[in-house]
């Protein structure tokens, strides 16, 4: 193969290395990512009139379960490979392998759960039996998880965008290769992707993809109705621009149809949403409650 010109990325992958413990740039830029999407949310829906401790409170339970969501799917993916054989390293989530697919509906299940469970009648009751030392139980202003879930769709994109250069700088997702003058080569000895030829930089798609969808739908943010339409939208268009991005990838494991993980997963989000838009989904003039 040619190579024409290429970019060249000779960044240590890992901040901190000691022991057992791995801090890499993935799991860092993770954080800020997570972080970023907690602040735009909060910013977003107390503008909105949303309880400032109610959406923090969702987003705890948003982050656990994105944590456990994106784990999971990740070792579901390699348990044959790997993780039977180090069933150990299920814990060691600071040194990456984590799934996005997971993040997202592991996420926007927990947060949802903790919406409908905190409030429901059962709830009260048991912690009114159980708990009351702590408190009379009330009900919280929590808001709908459709209403919720709309504005996170953008902060969320923004987030994964941001989590996307620590893959970057990593090299650890490896892609096909290419004789294009935007070709990487990763030149660290401590790259997964050390002396592999030239590739496509898919995680740059993906980076790419993730703003240019945030720019695309976020004219539509209040003009889609009921409550979670929007974020339907998000989650149906993210999912086929993942799909087709995921062919430049090159996967340890492929399933149905030669089709990796993420791939079947976004096949089936995308089974899911979009007759959801065609048959419940309206349109309505700006800024409606």
Do not use: C
């Amino acid at each position: 193969m040619v190579v024409f010109g290429t970019i060249s990325i000779g960044m240590n992958p890992n901040i901190v290395s000691f022991g057992p413990f791995l801090l890499s740039w993935h799991g860092f830029l993770t954080f800020i990512a997570v972080a970023t999407a907690v602040f735009l949310v909060h910013r977003w829906g107390t503008r909105d009139g949303m309880d400032s401790d109610a959406i923090l409170s969702v987003a705890v339970w948003s982050i656990i379960g994105g944590i456990v969501g994106a784990r999971v799917f990740h070792i579901i993916d390699f348990w044959d490979d790997f993780y039977q054989y180090n069933p150990i390293s299920i814990i060691y989530v600071w040194q990456g392998g984590i799934a996005i697919f997971g993040a997202l509906l592991g996420g926007f299940t927990g947060g949802a759960l903790y919406i409908i469970i905190r409030n429901s009648d059962r709830f009260i009751a048991l912690w009114g039996k159980a708990f009351r030392f702590a408190g009379e139980p009330n009900k919280a202003p929590l808001p709908s998880v459709g209403r919720l879930a709309d504005i996170s769709a953008p902060a969320v994109l923004i987030a994964m965008a941001i989590g996307r250069i620590g893959d970057v700088i990593n090299g650890e997702h490896f892609s096909s290769f290419t004789n294009l003058v935007w070709g990487v080569i990763y030149t660290h000895p401590d790259s997964p992707a050390l002396g592999r030829a030239a590739s496509h930089p898919a995680v740059v798609y993906e980076l790419i993809f993730d703003l240019l969808l945030v720019a695309a739908i976020w004219p539509l943010r209040n003009r889609l109705r009921p409550h979670g339409m929007f974020f339907a939208l998000y989650l149906g268009l993210y999912s086929t621009g993942r799909f087709f991005i995921s062919f430049l990838r090159q996967e340890f494991n492929s399933y149905f149809l030669g089709l990796n993980e993420a791939q079947i997963v976004a096949l089936l989000v995308v089974m899911v949403t979009i007759p959801l838009l065609v048959y419940k989904a309206q349109w309505v003039s700006a800024n409606p409650r």
